[in-house]
Structure formats: C-alpha cells, structure tokens
T-cell receptor, first 111, second 113 residues
Framework: GQQLNQSPQSMFIQEGEDVSMNCTSS?????WLWYKQDPGEGPVLLIA?????ELTSNGRLTAQFGITRKDSFLNISASIPSDVGIYFC???????????FGTGTSLTVIP | DAGVTQSPTHLIKTRGQQVTLRCSPK?????VSWYQQALGQGPQFIFQ???????QRGNFPDRFSGHQFPNYSSELNVNALLLGDSALYLC????????????FGAGTRLSVL
C-alpha cells in the first residue's frame, strides 16, 4: 500500500528547541492529520487540517496543509521531554475513502 | 467515555495457525478500521467495516478477513499465519463511513514463530 514520505526519519534535539517535520505524497488529499505514537500505544490525533493553505495550532504544535494538497508540515515549539515519540502524518482522500500513513519521524528530546 | 479497546494485548502463534483479534469502538462510533503496523513503519490500512459490511479494503490477501457485529464491535481474522504477519494490529473507530477523524486503540502485538 501507499505510504507517505516523512522527513526527517529521526531527530535528536535539546529541550527548548523548535522542531520541524514534513510529509509529502504523490497524491492529492482532502484531509491531512498528524498523530503521535508512544511505545506500546496506538496513535493519538494531534491536529487535523481540511483546506489547502490552512494553518492550525494546538498548543505548542502548529501544522499546515500544503497549497498543492500533496504535503503537510508540523512544527513543535519549545520542545519538552514528553514530546518524545514517533510522529506520523496521514492523508485522507474522499474518493479513496481510506487513510494513508507516513513512515514516521522519531523525536528524541535531550534534557 | 470508553475509548477504543482491543484484545488481547499480546499474542504468540506459530506459522500456519489462525488468529482472531477483537475490537470495541469508542462509544457512539459505528465504523471500525483495521491497520497492520510493522516494526518501524507507519500503519497500513487493511479494511474498514460499516453497517456490518466490509466497505473498503487495502492491499492485503484474502487470508485477512473480518466481521462487524450489531453492537459495532469487530474482529480481525488471519488464516495460515506467516512469519511476516508479525506486527502490531491497530483498530480505529470513527463516527460514520467516510469520516476523516479516527481514534485508535492501543493495538494487539502479534508474534508469529
């Protein structure tokens, strides 16, 4: 099945630093979502985006729906240790009516 | 408000065996999707059930089958297990078919020896 390309694959940052990650697809999506997954848990929804160009925030997290509808970006400001985990993007197409997930970005925050 | 619950949490099987995984959706949700997540990968869509019927299917062989019950709970069955079926199996529920917001359970870790 199709998987979206996420970059970077992993990040090691100091506590307090800002983080940026992105996700690209060869297909157009109607909705972009960002999830965080902790070890041994299922993904937890962070942000949902519905319109090209849309910029949405959830606390220290900000995500954008790319203009081309083929990409999305997630930024985390002032990282803290509990931000550690794997972040996944997901695209949803109304025509296909299914979700496609990215390959994940593993974030490590060094206190 | 109970979230998505899955059982069992862990399972060990041998090649050729059959396995059944179970999922109860979030309260009020009527649509259940199943995903396979191999180690180090993102979730891959297996299929989705709505109104007790399979509505959408990903690129998985017929060895993977499912069922949805009138109370919206669901089962995932895998026959003739292969070593490559070892993965975390995630269930997600949503309110209505075509809904773009899903909530995930903690998953069932299946190991095939």
């Amino acid at each position: 099945g199709q998987q979206l390309n996420q970059s970077p694959q992993s990040m090691f940052i100091q506590e307090g630093e800002d983080v940026s990650m992105n996700c690209t697809s060869s297909s157009i999506f109607n909705t972009w979502l960002w999830y965080k997954q902790d070890p041994g848990e299922g993904p937890v929804l962070l942000i949902a985006l519905y319109k090209a160009g849309e910029l949405t925030s959830n606390g220290r997290l900000t995500a954008q729906f790319g203009i081309t509808r083929k990409d999305s970006f997630l930024n985390i400001s002032a990282s803290i240790p509990s931000d550690v985990g794997i972040y996944f993007c997901a695209g949803f197409s109304n025509t296909g009516n299914q979700f496609y997930f990215g390959t994940g970005t593993s974030l490590t925050v060094i206190p | 408000d109970a979230g998505v619950t899955q059982s069992p949490t862990h399972l060990i099987k041998t090649r050729g065996q059959q396995v059944t995984l179970r999922c109860s959706p979030k309260s009020g949700h009527d649509t259940v999707s199943w995903y396979q997540q191999a180690l180090g990968q993102g979730p891959q869509f297996i299929f989705q059930y709505y109104e007790e019927e399979e509505r959408q299917r990903g690129n998985f062989p017929d060895r993977f089958s499912g069922h949805q019950f009138p109370n919206y709970s669901s089962e995932l069955n895998v026959n003739a297990l292969l070593l490559g079926d070892s993965a975390l199996y995630l269930c997600a529920s949503s309110l209505g078919w075509g809904e773009d917001i899903q909530y995930f359970g903690a998953g069932t870790r299946l190991s095939v020896l």
